[in-house]
T-cell receptor, first 113, second 113 residues
Framework: GENVEQHPSTLSVQEGDSAVIKCTYSDSASNYFPWYKQELGKGPQLIID?????GEKKDQRIAVTLNKTAKHFSLHITETQPEDSAVYFCAASRNNAGNMLTFGGGTRLMVKP | NAGVTQTPKFQVLKTGQSMTLQCAQDMNHNSMYWYRQDPGMGLRLIYYSASEGTTDKGEVPNGYNVSRLNKREFSLRLESAAPSQTSVYFC????????????FGEGSRLTVL
């Protein structure tokens, strides 16, 4: 089955700096790569996703890049703000019935004011 | 606009006791999922239901059973709770049966003594 590794497990940045979180996956058939943000006491929420026919996708201050050859993808947050502090999860799946997502272990991002 | 609702939010059980976690969604979604979240391990899929009337095992199904009662409701049952089942449980739903956004509930924290 799929295995997703996520690094780093914790990340501390100054407000205004950029943050980068990296994930690798094992199943070359995976073609859907979402990122979820989990705030304290809440369920995860989708912030951005990318499919394998695209190398990069941006949405305001967040962007995701995908390297299918190397089987890794990254989340980039620019101009970080205190409200970006949360746990971020990457995930990967095939486009199969049920679409079972395999999640990485999570990154706790702390943005210091 | 409730989205995905889970009950109970907190529960303490003794080893060997049974309980059912309830989940309901009001978005007319086809697919529903149960995940468990443990520190450093991300979210791991327990069971899922790609559509009403079907259920399938995920990554960690042992010790659990599920019922897709109707399109709205998907319950998770622990027949004989064990300390290893201490975790935070999340229910999620998705509109279609292929790739797409998962909508999560706020979680149920279960402690087994």
């Amino acid at each position: 089955g799929e295995n997703v590794e996520q690094h780093p497990s914790t990340l501390s940045v100054q407000e205004g700096d950029s943050a980068v979180i990296k994930c690798t996956y094992s199943d070359s058939a995976s073609n859907y790569f979402p990122w979820y943000k989990q705030e304290l006491g809440k369920g995860p929420q989708l912030i951005i996703d990318i499919r394998s026919n695209v190398g990069e996708k941006k949405d305001q201050r967040i962007a995701v890049t995908l390297n299918k050859t190397a089987k890794h993808f990254s989340l980039h947050i620019t101009e970080t703000q205190p409200e970006d502090s949360a746990v971020y999860f990457c995930a990967a799946s095939r486009n199969n019935a049920g679409n079972m997502l395999t999640f990485g272990g999570g990154t706790r991002l702390m943005v210091k004011p | 606009n409730a989205g995905v609702t889970q009950t109970p939010k907190f529960q303490v059980l003794k080893t060997g006791q049974s309980m059912t976690l309830q989940c309901a969604q009001d978005m007319n979604h086809n697919s529903m999922y149960w995940y468990r979240q443990d520190p450093g391990m991300g979210l791991r899929l327990i069971y899922y239901s790609a559509s009403e009337g079907t259920t399938d095992k995920g990554e960690v199904p042992n010790g659990y059973n599920v019922s897709r009662l109707n399109k709205r409701e998907f319950s998770l049952r622990l027949e004989s709770a064990a300390p290893s089942q201490t975790s935070v449980y999340f229910c999620a739903s998705k509109a279609g049966t292929s790739t797409g956004e998962l909508f999560f509930g706020e979680g149920s924290r279960l402690t087994v003594l």
